[in-house]
């Protein structure tokens, strides 16, 4: 722990950017039985970002900081955990992800194929419902550094009077590492708003409302921008050791239980109290007001996993039969298009156990029925650094 301390205050005192040359991503290949080696890692190596869950039975990458490699690579051995160089410098993968380009802060240059900062995003927001009478901003509140937090109603016009449809609300950008979540609910405003009156798309729009938070953590998502490409977590200062808490594991299910961590230097850290993230607790009170909300999904990477309650118990929900169902076909209609599979099936078996997860939540607690978490592309060739193309 104080390697790591002293890790971060090196960082603290440089307030420069962080690099990762020559930083590996390495896969761990557990098999049954090793968790609890995986544990001691966790425990002995603090430095070690986790990307994946810890997991037997499927694949573990964890991102060593270069210092860490010859110790972290004799420990694998010595314990048998069979693992394979996966990214061999991270910050070759990071300045490849995307191009340099100029900011594009009109709808005119908006470019929907690459990454956006959250300036960017926020304009786009702006523009779009000043452009598209579908489209309304909401403003649910300010983030711990005093971001708006914003999401866009979808809401064909025919409907405007009269009784509420059913509502379904895509929240994307959780976890700030995780860019192509993001870009995937910008790109999902951008199909309904330029729809043609009676094509498949805008009929999409008689059946329900949409309601798109394109970043949910801003802060973090900035950070990741400016100053720590990797950080997963909210940046909310508890004045504990670290800062930051992990806003998929902060919310009011089974909070605290396995899967999440009470040391606030972990990426899994779940809070100093239930819901204590400034974040989720606007989010929840954003889906109660929407009226007759029907369906959420919480859009993450990577893995690519459709998944639905339960995380944190293997135990399956009243509405199992009916969630696998839609889970296959959802992964049904994502092959079709582009020829990439994903993997449907319950949090707790298909990913990793975990606790104070959204999903979980809203579906526990506001009652909605078709409640979901995905995980984006990709298996894990580029993980976090997915590039543009
Ligand atoms: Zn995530």
Redesign the pocket.
């Known amino acids: 722990m104080k390697i790591f301390i002293a890790f971060c205050a090196i960082l603290a005192l440089g307030s420069a950017k962080r690099l990762f040359h020559n930083d590996q991503v390495l896969r761990l290949h557990p098999t049954e039985g090793q968790r609890d080696l995986l544990e001691k890692l966790y425990e002995t190596f603090p430095a070690i970002d986790f990307w994946t869950g810890l997991r037997e039975n499927r694949p573990v990458d964890i991102h060593v900081p270069r210092a860490f490699l010859g110790p972290v690579k004799v420990f694998l051995n010595r314990h048998r955990i069979n693992n394979e160089i996966f990214i061999e410098d991270l910050q070759k993968n990071i300045d490849q992800e995307r191009s340099p380009r100029p900011e594009q802060m009109n709808l005119a240059s908006f470019d929907y194929n690459v990454y956006h900062s959250f300036d960017e995003i926020e304009q786009w927001i702006e523009d779009i419902a000043g452009t598209y009478s579908i489209a309304t901003k909401q403003t649910f509140g300010t983030s711990f550094e005093g971001r708006n937090l914003n999401a866009i109603k979808v809401q064909h016009l025919k409907y405007t009077t009269g009784g509420s449809k059913p509502a379904f609300v895509i929240n994307c950008g ?2 700030s ?2 860019w192509v ?1 993001p870009s995937t609910c910008v790109y999902t405003v951008k199909y309904f708003v330029e729809a043609k009156a009676g094509s498949k798309e805008a009929s999409i729009l008689d059946e329900m409302d949409v309601y798109v938070v394109p970043v949910s953590n801003p802060d973090g998502y900035v950070y990741t921008w400016t100053d720590d490409r990797t950080w ?1 977590k909210t940046r909310s200062d508890n004045g504990l050791d670290c800062i930051g808490v992990d806003p ?1 594991s902060n919310w009011d299910a089974n909070w605290s239980g396995l899967g999440a961590s009470s040391s606030s230097c972990s990426d899994l850290f779940y809070g100093p109290s239930v819901m204590s993230e400034i974040e989720i607790v606007s989010q929840a009170g954003f889906v109660a007001s929407i009226p007759n909300a029907q369906a959420y999904i ?1 859009i ?2 990577y893995g690519q996993y459709w998944m639905f309650p339960y995380a944190y118990t293997y135990s399956v929900t009243e509405d199992d039969a009916f969630l696998r169902a839609i889970g296959a076909e959802s992964v049904n209609a994502i092959k079709s298009v582009h020829g990439v599979s994903y993997e449907s099936g319950a949090f707790s078996t298909v990913d990793y156990q975990g606790s104070g997860v959204s999903a979980d939540y809203f579906y526990d607690k506001q009652g909605i029925k078709c409640s979901f ?1 995905a ?1 984006l592309r990709d298996t894990g060739r580029y993980g976090f650094t997915l590039p543009e193309e």
């Open positions: 959780v976890h590492r995780e979540s997963r998929n919480d993450h990477s978490a995980e």
